[in-house]
Nanobody
Framework: QVQLVESGGGLVQPGGSLRLSCAAS????????MSWYRQAPGKERELIAF????????NYADSVKGRFTISRDNARNTVYLQMNSLKPEDTAVYYC?????????WGQGTQVTVSS
C-alpha cells in the first residue's frame, strides 16, 4: 500500500517562507523520483518541482525557480519543498507524487495561502 502524506502548509504573508514535507510509505523509496505539484482554484494541477532518485538532479517550473528548493531524505522516506519569497499567486493546494510501475500515487494535499 503506497501512501503519501503532505504537511507544513498554512497561511503566510507575502515574502514569507514555508517548508512542506511529504512522508512516503513506499517500499524502496530511494528507487523512485518524486515530484511536487500544485493546484490553484479554477486552474489545472501543475508540476512545479522534480527530484531524481539520488537527489542529484532537480527541475523546477519557471514560476518557482530560484525561490523553491526540492530535496529528499531517503533515510526518512521524505521529500521536502522549501518555499521562500512567497507570493499571493503561490496560493494553492500542494501535492506530492510518485510514479511506480506506471501508476501515479498522490497525497491528499496541503493548503498554502499567501496573503497579508
Amino acid at each position: 500500500q503506497v501512501q503519501l502524506v503532505e504537511s507544513g502548509g498554512g497561511l503566510v504573508q507575502p515574502g514569507g517562507s514555508l517548508r512542506l514535507s511529504c512522508a512516503a510509505s513506499v517500499f524502496a523509496f530511494s528507487n523512485y523520483a518524486m515530484s511536487w505539484y500544485r493546484q490553484a482554484p479554477g486552474k489545472e494541477r501543475e508540476l512545479i518541482a522534480f527530484i531524481a532518485i539520488g537527489g542529484g538532479r532537480t527541475n523546477y517550473a519557471d514560476s518557482v525557480k530560484g525561490r523553491f528548493t526540492i530535496s529528499r531524505d531517503n533515510a526518512r522516506n521524505t521529500v521536502y519543498l522549501q518555499m521562500n519569497s512567497l507570493k499571493p499567486e503561490d496560493t494553492a493546494v500542494y501535492y506530492c507524487k510518485v510514479t511506480i510501475w506506471g501508476r501515479n500515487y498522490w497525497g491528499q494535499g496541503t493548503q498554502v495561502t499567501v496573503s497579508s
